[in-house]
């Protein structure tokens, strides 16, 4: 396929506005504990969505998974271990609040996303003068996440009185923070080595834009299997499977809503990198990673989550912004 820079970054930055909003629609949902919640929307953005859009874009996809049994495998074992970091996303979020869990998780995303897809290729690529123009865009962005961290603690320590206990309470949050940042990337990994799947697909007849959706079916189908899992679970042992009798209807369209925006937004991805050619696994994960941060921050800071906080922690708060900023022009430039 025709390389396509600014197209293949157009899609990709429009993905991040995916990535960062997709959870908006939770707010909406009245009555529901977080798992209701999850529930759907794993059915939703990591079986059907991924199936349907699959379907329709890919012909003969049974015969393209025939073909190609080991990257099946492999793709599959990927998405395996991204739903598990995905289900310990969730639980740094509820150990050490946003401000602190974010930065973090989406600091080691970022930079493993990145840089690791590079790394497996061609380690000698980020000796090149892109190579490290890329590296030094992720070392800004990661920069901008120290800042946003540093902001969030700040304005936590200020909104409440710190509880007994809670330095093992960190601790154990931190723990779980870098255990999600290292196993989220893995979603991206299953994109590297769905390449053959690609292929097939191509071969196929699959328009080279959406030949990336024979990957996602499967490797989010894979991290559904934990994820709706981990939710029944808890539905069973918190006895709020109860919540779902009588709920309003709203309910189950918000949760859906946030499904398809966030399959919409590893949509975006894997078409927009299939213009970037080999770039898209680097520079697009790292761009769509970035965005999806300052995205979820400015909602945040647009809805008030930030009214009330510091001076100084506004301050640093801005300083982590500009720094993303930067790094994302960094990186989109690194070619």
């Known amino acids: ?8 970054l157009s899609l990709i930055a429009m993905g991040g506005l995916f990535a960062g909003s997709f959870s908006v629609p939770f707010n909406r949902s009245k009555g529901w504990e977080w798992e209701n919640n999850w529930l759907v929307w794993s059915v939703v953005a990591l079986i059907v969505a991924p199936w349907v859009v699959a379907v329709a874009t890919v012909p003969g996809l049974l015969g393209v998974y025939a073909a190609e049994t080991g990257p099946l495998a492999v793709v599959a074992f990927f998405g395996l271990i991204w739903g598990v970091g995905a289900i310990l996303f969730g639980r740094g979020i509820d150990l050490l609040g946003v401000g602190l869990s974010m930065p973090i998780m989406l600091g080691l995303t970022n930079v493993i996303g990145t840089l690791m897809p590079v790394v497996l290729r061609d380690p000698g690529g980020l000796l090149t003068a892109s190579g490290l123009r890329l590296t030094a865009g992720v070392l800004v962005i990661v920069l901008g996440i120290v800042f946003y961290s540093v902001a ?14 809670v330095r093992s309470g960190f601790v154990k949050g931190l723990l779980v923070c870098l255990a999600a940042g290292i196993l989220s990337p893995m979603v991206n990994f299953a994109f590297v080595f769905g390449a053959p ?4 697909a191509l071969a196929a007849g699959t328009d080279p834009v959406y030949t990336s959706n024979a990957v996602w079916s499967i490797a989010l189908t ?7 899992g981990y939710c029944i679970c808890l539905l069973r042992s918190r006895k709020t499977g109860a919540l779902y009798r009588g709920s309003r209807r709203v309910n189950w369209a918000w949760a859906a809503l946030a499904g398809v925006l966030w399959y919409s ?13 080999d770039a898209g696994v680097s520079v697009g994960w790292a761009l769509m990673q970035s965005l999806a941060i300052l995205t979820g921050n400015l909602a945040g800071l647009f809805t008030g989550e930030w009214r009330g906080a510091a001076p100084v922690s506004r301050r640093i708060m801005w300083l982590g912004l500009a720094c993303l900023l930067a790094g994302v022009f960094i990186v989109a430039f690194s070619r």
């Open 152 to 165: 969030g603690s700040l304005k936590e320590r200020g909104a409440q009185t710190p509880r007994a206990g």
């Open 1 to 8: 396929m025709e390389t396509n820079y600014w197209a293949g």
């Open 265 to 277: 937004s590893m949509m975006l991805y894997g078409m927009g990198g299939s213009f970037l050619g």
């Open 197 to 200: 799947l690609q292929q097939q």
């Open 222 to 228: 894979a991290g559904c299997l934990v994820n709706a």
